[in-house]
Each structure stands twice: as structure tokens, then as C-alpha cells.
């Protein structure tokens, strides 16, 4: 497990919950690895109670898996839930990128277009951490932008499932098109051309199932016996 560093604002139970996700969506926490209330709390500084809600909250969620009398595991990657998110997240990506095409500010563009010169940056020297932090501000702006801030965060619990396999892709696939992908929807918004921000999003979000074959073969172990 890697250590996560607290915010300043972060209660405990926000903190563990944060810090359970991260080390699962980055791999660092397997599929399959059994979850310990008392090692996660002494490793990131805080009481069982916080890591017990925060690994409550990723059960319902189906990320971790409790069963009575043997303990609780990192859920296997099931592309069942995969497709729910991917469903989950074309509807709204697309809803709110025709209405950030609306509303978007100059600084809102701006903002956009420094995160994607960064992704630029960053995948010239190959720095496929940095390029996945970038994607997921990157989308969050475009959230800050429609002014659908609650929304993006409401949809982070399922999108974890998704998440995975967006971190193996780009440490596996290492698929470049994704940063001329974000270039394009900038351009989209701020040509105010809904039609074909729409059309960026599904062409964005549908490279995944590309992806999600290589990773089943390259990394079998990882995923439910039914995908």
C-alpha cells in the first residue's frame, strides 16, 4: 500500500476513504488482496473507526468484498460493473459538455487548455501518473465549467470500477490518443459546437473497449472469471 497524504479539511473517515480508493485504482491494493482494518489504520495514522466506515462505504460500492469468518477483499474487476460506469458516464459527460459549450467561461477555457498542455508535457517525457491525474482534472473542470460540481462528485463511488482499468490502460495500452482527444473537446467548447462534443465524448469513452481486451489477456488474474 502506498501512503496518501492528508489534506488540511479531510476528516479521518474522509481521509481513509480516500486513501483505500487511490492505493485500489492505482493497483497498489490488488484485486483479490485482503483488506486489514488494523494495518491501513496504523499505516495511514488514523483509528479503526474511519478505516471501518470508509471500507463499509467501498463494499457497498462492490470495490471490496467482506465475507463473515474470512475478512474483506479487494473486489476482482468485473466488467459488468465496468460497462454500468462506462453507461454511467456517457449520459452525463455528454449532457455536460453540451452545457459547459453553453456557459463555459474564458477562464473556464483557459483552465482547460493549461491541464491539457500539461497532459502534452507530460506524455513527452512519459509520465503516465501524471497524465491520469491530469485526465481526471481534466473532466472534473469540464464539471466546474457546466457548474455540475455535485454531480461529479456523486458519481465517484461507481466510477472507481472504471477507474482501474483507465490506470492499467495507461500504464499497459500507454494509448496516446486520449490527450488529442481532451485538445479537441477544448476546441468543441470553446467553439461552442455541441454537436461535436458529443461526438468527441463517444469517440473518448468508447477507446476503453479497445483497451479492456488487452487487459484481459495481459493481466487475467485481475478480472472476474465471467469477463
Keep these: 500500500m502506498r501512503k496518501i497524504e492528508k489534506y488540511s479539511y479531510e476528516t479521518a473517515r474522509e481521509y481513509a476513504l480516500r486513501a483505500i480508493t487511490e492505493n485500489i485504482i492505482s493497483l497498489d491494493l490488488e ?3 485482503a483488506i486489514s482494518e488494523n494495518e491501513i489504520a496504523t499505516f495511514i495514522g488514523v483509528s479503526r473507526t474511519p478505516v471501518r466506515e470508509a471500507i463499509q462505504e467501498l463494499h457497498k460500492a462492490a470495490v471490496i ?6 475478512g474483506s477483499f479487494v473486489s476482482m474487476i468485473d466488467s459488468n460493473y465496468i460497462d454500468e460506469a462506462v ?8 449532457a455536460v459538455i453540451e452545457e459547459a459549450c453553453d456557459i463555459a467561461t474564458e477562464d473556464d477555457i483557459k483552465g482547460l487548455e493549461e491541464n491539457v498542455a500539461l497532459q502534452d508535457f507530460y506524455l513527452q517525457n512519459n509520465a503516465t501518473d501524471k497524465i491520469y491525474e491530469l485526465d481526471n482534472e481534466f473532466h472534473e473542470k469540464i464539471y466546474v465549467a457546466a457548474k455540475k460540481e455535485t454531480i461529479y462528485a456523486m458519481k465517484r463511488s461507481i466510477m472507481i470500477h472504471f477507474d482501474r482499468v483507465r490506470n492499467m490502460s495507461m500504464q499497459t495500452v500507454k494509448d496516446t490518443k486520449i490527450v488529442n482527444d481532451h485538445k479537441l473537446m477544448v ?3 470553446k467553439e461552442r459546437d455541441k454537436s461535436q462534443a458529443r461526438e468527441l465524448v463517444e469517440k473518448h469513452l468508447n ?3 479497445v483497451d479492456h481486451e488487452a487487459l484481459i489477456k495481459a493481466y487475467p488474474h485481475y478480472f472476474k472469471e465471467n469477463n
Design 87 to 94: 453507461f454511467l458516464r456517457r449520459v452525463l459527460d455528454i
Design 31 to 33: 484485486p483479490g488482496t
Design 207 to 209: 477507446r476503453y473497449r
Design 187 to 189: 476546441a468543441a467548447i
Design 65 to 70: 468484498e467482506i465475507y463473515p469468518q474470512r
